[in-house]
């Protein structure tokens, strides 16, 4: 395409009714609504320098292609918009590839509270910018950032992360409610939500990611553990529990995305009639450092 400031990035729904390569049709338009403003909001930033407060007349314009043959994958451009012409160096269309991507694994990430893989991308987009004048000037001396001294280099590499952070921070709380639509499938239709599948900026919104996008509290997404637990309640329906860790905590409020769980004499289920431990694997999610809920994706008794 003439217009194309950057290669298309895939976008995958995946599991429930995705894996019958169908999708509920309400919950899809919702989604890609939302990527769309996501997406539009971060490239308008990214190649005008221009917090999208409120975008009237975007200078790019955001196009989604055909689903992939055989799944829920979807291609989305990044066009200059038109009836505008604006010139744009050539780097920075370049590094777009490898930077919007992770632009937006950040400010996804850090909506989800998942710190670690927001710090990561950071540094990714910091490191980039680092060697590139007009990405510095995207990111860094919109922050405000002074120029130091080379022997302040160290100090100022911090400074910079955290300006950098104040960025994304503000691109998430200007696309708070393009994140709640984007994940509108993720559990009622669709067990997940990948952005640029395949790449290495490549991202899982899966349920307890999407759950805490969603929230209207600050939730924590964890990286997944294994415990041994008591199950005391299973609800088939909802694919709810309650679990006892057994470490003199209250009990904990378990969501299983396990598909088994619907099955007869499942793991849950017999752990509940025979009053016996099992070990669990998923993801803890935090509300101001306490247990919110556990979300289960897999269980096996305990040997």
Same mark, same amino acid.
């Given at each position: 395409?003439?217009?194309?400031?950057?290669?298309?990035?895939?976008? #995958? *729904?995946?599991? @429930?009714?995705?894996?019958?390569?169908?999708?509920?049709?309400? =919950?899809?338009?919702?989604?890609?609504?939302?990527?769309?403003? !996501?997406?539009? +909001?971060?490239?308008? *930033?990214?190649?005008?320098?221009?917090?999208?407060?409120?975008?009237?007349?975007?200078?790019?314009?955001?196009?989604?292609?055909? %689903?992939?043959?055989? +799944?829920?994958?979807?291609?989305?451009?990044?066009?200059?918009?038109?009836?505008? &012409?604006?010139?744009? %160096? =050539? !780097?920075?269309?370049?590094?777009?590839?490898?930077?919007? %991507? #992770?632009?937006? /694994?950040?400010?996804?990430?850090?909506?989800?509270?998942?710190? /670690?893989?927001?710090?990561?991308?950071?540094?990714?987009?910091?490191?980039?910018?680092?060697?590139?004048? #007009? !990405?510095?000037?995207?990111?860094?001396?919109?922050?405000?950032?002074?120029?130091?001294?080379?022997?302040?280099?160290?100090?100022?590499? =911090?400074?910079?992360?955290? /300006? !950098? @952070?104040?960025?994304? #921070?503000?691109?998430?709380?200007?696309?708070?409610?393009?994140?709640?639509?984007?994940?509108?499938?993720?559990?009622?239709?669709?067990?997940? &939500?990948?952005?640029?599948?395949?790449?290495?900026?490549?991202?899982?919104?899966?349920?307890?990611?999407?759950?805490?996008?969603?929230?209207?509290?600050? &939730?924590?997404?964890?990286?997944?553990?294994?415990?041994?637990?008591?199950?005391?309640?299973?609800?088939?329906?909802?694919?709810?529990?309650?679990?006892?860790?057994?470490?003199?905590?209250? $009990?904990?409020?378990?969501?299983?995305?396990?598909?088994?769980?619907?099955?007869?004499?499942?793991?849950?289920?017999?752990?509940?009639?025979?009053?016996? $431990?099992?070990?669990?694997?998923?993801? $803890?999610?935090?509300?101001?450092?306490?247990?919110?809920?556990?979300?289960?994706?897999?269980?096996?008794? @305990?040997?």
């Amino acid at each position: 395409m003439e217009r194309e400031l950057a290669r298309p990035i895939l976008v #995958e *729904f995946d599991g @429930l009714d995705a894996a019958q390569h169908m999708i509920d049709a309400q =919950q899809l338009g919702r989604s890609l609504a939302g990527i769309g403003r !996501l997406y539009r +909001s971060v490239n308008h *930033f990214y190649f005008t320098g221009k917090m999208p407060t409120k975008i009237r007349k975007s200078e790019v314009q955001i196009l989604v292609g055909p %689903p992939q043959e055989g +799944s829920i994958s979807y291609a989305l451009w990044v066009l200059i918009a038109h009836g505008t &012409l604006p010139m744009y %160096p =050539q !780097l920075l269309a370049e590094f777009s590839d490898i930077c919007t %991507p #992770e632009v937006v /694994k950040a400010v996804i990430a850090k909506r989800a509270g998942q710190t /670690k893989i927001a710090e990561k991308a950071i540094d990714k987009i910091a490191e980039i910018a680092e060697h590139n004048a #007009e !990405l510095s000037k995207r990111f860094i001396e919109y922050a405000q950032l002074v120029e130091a001294g080379h022997q302040e280099r160290a100090r100022a590499d =911090q400074q910079d992360k955290a /300006k !950098l @952070l104040g960025v994304i #921070e503000r691109l998430g709380q200007l696309n708070a409610s393009a994140m709640t639509e984007m994940v509108a499938p993720v559990g009622p239709s669709v067990r997940q &939500l990948v952005h640029s599948k395949g790449d290495t900026a490549e991202y899982v919104i899966d349920e307890p990611v999407a759950d805490a996008i969603r929230s209207r509290g600050v &939730l924590e997404v964890q990286e997944a553990i294994s415990m041994t637990v008591r199950i005391e309640a299973v609800d088939k329906i909802r694919r709810t529990c309650k679990i006892i860790s057994g470490d003199g905590t209250p $009990p904990i409020t378990g969501k299983i995305t396990d598909p088994v769980v619907t099955e007869p004499q499942n793991v849950y289920t017999r752990a509940l009639d025979n009053a016996t $431990p099992i070990v669990v694997t998923g993801k $803890p999610v935090l509300k101001d450092g306490d247990w919110h809920a556990f979300y289960i994706s897999g269980a096996r008794a @305990l040997e």
